[in-house]
């Protein structure tokens, strides 16, 4: 049987199957691989909807993913966190098929019925603001905050699923945040995202010197020359 033709088959399992409560970490004890795959694919459709707002592109990645994990599967090392391995393949996927279609991604296309259903219809509506705030984050910060707070991922399994530092994933997080608030709230807003939104160019601290230095300029008294 095929990579291919095994993926269909777990991506058809995947229905009946319920979301751990914590992060798979194999061992030799532990599940198997296709067990593992199987119990952490919710979890992947989430990640890759936050990837692609697309609820069909979504279920593609996924099982394109699938595919080139199980073709990779020898190369995975028991007992490490299976999570963040396949996020990684997802991701990696997610990234060469954006360069090879060369598209952009529809800040529209995201569908309603991927996000919670609400209760009434004022929670419709704050939801959908949500949402549409949401899809305006940075790529980055969309999907590390969708990992913290959707999957219940730690700092540290995020920068470990994202190749980045612990740090970087929390100030990733903490901007995702600090700007839905702004945003929700009507606040301005600040930081990066806020530069971002308005075309500004990055502060750098050359620049911030700069500043200074024309203020100080502006302030100083004229010099007095006397004559020889």
């Keep these: 049987m095929q990579p291919g033709d095994r993926a269909d088959r777990l991506f058809d399992m995947s229905t009946h199957t319920e979301i751990p409560d914590q992060t798979v970490v ?23 909807l936050s990837l692609t707002r697309n609820r069909a592109d979504a279920d593609d990645l996924v099982q394109a993913a699938v595919t080139n994990a199980l073709a990779a599967q020898a190369s995975f090392a ?5 999570g963040a391995w396949m996020y990684r393949i997802l991701r990696n996927r997610f990234i060469s098929d954006r360069r090879r279609r060369r598209e952009t991604i529809d800040m529209d296309d995201a569908p309603a019925e991927a996000f919670a259903r609400p209760a ?3 929670d419709s509506l ?3 603001e949500l949402r549409t705030e949401m899809e305006k984050l940075p790529a980055d910060q969309r999907a ?19 190749g980045c530092a612990v740090g970087t994933a ?5 901007r995702a945040r600090c700007t839905l608030e702004a945003r929700l709230m009507g ?20 620049s911030r010197s700069v500043s200074r230095d024309a203020r100080r300029a502006d302030q100083a008294p004229p010099t007095v020359r006397h004559g020889m």
Excluded: I, W
């Design 26 to 48: 194999m061992s030799n004890a532990g599940p198997s691989f296709h067990d593992a795959l199987v119990a952490l694919l919710p979890k992947l459709r989430v990640q890759a």
């Design 78 to 82: 028991p007992g490490t966190n299976f």
């Design 187 to 206: 606040e301005p807003e600040r930081g990066d995202n806020a530069k971002r939104r308005r075309g500004a160019g990055p502060v750098t601290s050359a």
């Design 126 to 128: 704050a939801l959908g």
């Design 144 to 162: 590390a905050l969708v990992m913290v707070t959707v999957q219940g991922m730690s700092y540290e399994e995020v920068a470990a699923a994202m």
């Design 170 to 174: 929390k100030c990733r997080v903490f």
């Design 120 to 122: 009434s219809q004022e």
